[in-house]
């Protein structure tokens, strides 16, 4: 009897490594498997799912064999590994070990999208709703619903998102990104404050971002931004309109067509700077950290007025007569390839033609629509 139980035991133990052999090689050949994929393709695993249901579901879909014994693998070596929920890039060639590489790691697959420095809060919106990865969730509502959603409420939106490129993850909301934004903004905004120049003349930082979207919207070249910040300032200093186009662009709406008329320069709106003294209400647009800097740290001169040379560019005067001799220069004479900032919008070939503010019969004192007036 002892005999047969020794022997019962040995062939107990032999079957026993045979079967661990055997599990170890099946388990090894399902690690080692190349996913059955004839192209890239992306796996979402949605939130709240399993390695369980997501190698069944692998499974089913003919991608991989064995998921059995995948999800033997991951209960005896990845216990309570948590399973990032997200897109993840599957490539031929991958094997199933790869694959659960990319899953202990969290390698899901980034998306990008850039919000552009100069652009306004219409802008923002319409190319969150255009980017087809992320989720829709502010679709209908008004701009003040929006902020409302932000936690913000009453808050004018205009200006108040930083221009940069944010990368998310699939299932990203637009409220999300936004929030990302604007915390951004408040962020860059408050370490700029506290390095502003002493005799800065604001007294909160809002009215600093306001200055700072003028001279985003003004500036076609970057080191240009603290010269104009400076010709913006010394006029407030001196009781002087700020006079610039941007801002009366701005009120327009939608009704601008791309022809800043003399008409236009004198309607009276809350942002025309040609009619009212000192700020606008609101920021208009969305500024960089280099234009809140430059607003911030303008640069001091004696200059007080610029006109664009045509290539992005300005000149600088500090006073009218040298002005307006630069103004016949390059606004007058203006090359066939004349560009200023921004960029002119094309005119719709069925509206009626506007007489240009430059070209409008008016005293030479202000030639164009970016020439300012002398003070007044």
Do not use: C
Request: cysteine-free; charged content about 20%; overall charge negative.
């Amino acid at each position: 009897m002892r005999r047969k139980f020794v022997l019962l035991l040995e062939i107990g133990l032999v079957l026993a490594g045979l079967l661990l052999g055997a599990s170890a090689w099946k388990m090894n050949s399902a690690l080692e498997q190349s996913l059955n994929l004839s192209q890239e393709q992306l796996l979402d695993v949605p939130a709240g799912a399993t390695p369980t249901g997501t190698f069944n579901r692998l499974e089913n879909d003919g991608v991989l064999k064995d998921a059995f014994w995948l999800r033997l693998y991951w209960r005896f070596n990845l216990d309570g590994q948590p399973l990032h929920s997200g897109e993840y890039r599957m490539t031929p060639g991958l094997t199933a070990q790869g694959l659960i590489g990319l899953w202990q790691r969290g390698e899901v697959v980034q998306y990008s999208i850039t919000l552009v420095e100069g652009w306004n809060f219409r802008q923002v919106r319409a190319a969150l709703a255009k980017h087809e990865k992320i989720e829709q969730t502010l679709s209908g509502l008004s701009d003040s619903e929006v902020m409302d959603k932000l936690g913000h409420p009453g808050i004018f939106p205009e200006g108040r998102f930083f221009p940069d490129t944010y990368r998310f993850v699939r299932g990203m909301t637009d409220l999300e990104l936004l929030k990302k934004s604007y915390n951004r903004l408040d962020d860059v905004l408050a370490q700029e404050w506290s390095k502003r120049a002493p005799d800065a003349p604001y007294t909160e930082p809002y009215q600093a971002l306001i200055m700072a979207s003028l001279v985003e919207k003004e500036t076609g070249v970057p080191e240009e931004r603290g010269q104009i910040a400076g010709v913006f300032v010394r006029r407030m200093q001196i009781g002087m309109l700020l006079q610039t186009d941007p801002t009366v662009i701005y009120g327009l709406g939608e009704r601008y067509n791309g022809k800043l008329t003399r008409a236009h320069l004198k309607e009276a709106t809350p942002y025309n700077t040609y009619v009212i003294s000192g700020l606008p209400p609101t920021p208009i647009a969305m500024v960089g950290r280099e234009a809140i800097h430059a607003a911030l740290n303008p640069v001091p001169g004696s200059s007080l007025y610029f006109v664009a040379r045509g290539d992005g560019s300005h000149i600088f005067s500090d006073n009218l007569d040298a002005h307006n001799t630069a103004v016949r220069e390059f606004q007058i004479k203006r090359r066939a390839d004349y560009r200023s900032s921004p960029a002119p919008v094309a005119k719709p070939a069925d509206t009626a033609p506007e007489v240009p503010a430059e070209q409008a019969p008016e005293p030479a004192s202000v030639p164009d629509a970016d020439a300012p007036q002398s003070p007044q």
